[in-house]
């Protein structure tokens, strides 16, 4: 399966006290982040400031499943993921 590795750029909190984040913290604000809280997302060939919904959903999935990397500097938090391209099954109608 073609994995598609995304970076993704958000402002977490204040500058000065996110950096001092735990693990813990991270994933409970990743958990609640909003969509305006993401500054862009790129891939190898791709990039959004305005992501789409469909695509938010998949981000927020791969953030409860807990498969991410992150780092964070001055209230900035770059997320590494990587999400499997598989097609759909043909859903019956």
């Known amino acids: 399966v073609k994995k598609l590795k995304f970076h993704l750029e958000a402002v977490i909190r204040d500058r000065y006290e996110s950096d001092s984040l735990i693990k813990n913290e991270v994933h ?7 969509k305006q809280d993401i500054l862009k997302v790129e891939t190898e060939n791709d990039y959004w400031e ?3 919904q469909d695509l ?15 780092t964070i500097a001055k209230g900035h ?9 598989e097609p759909k099954p043909d859903e019956k109608s």
């Open 50 to 52: 305005d992501i789409p």
């Open 28 to 34: 409970e604000w990743l958990l609640n982040m909003q």
């Open 77 to 85: 938090l770059w997320l590494e993921m990587e999400i499997p391209l």
């Open 56 to 70: 938010f959903e998949l981000f927020k999935t791969n953030i409860k499943d807990k498969n991410y990397e992150y």
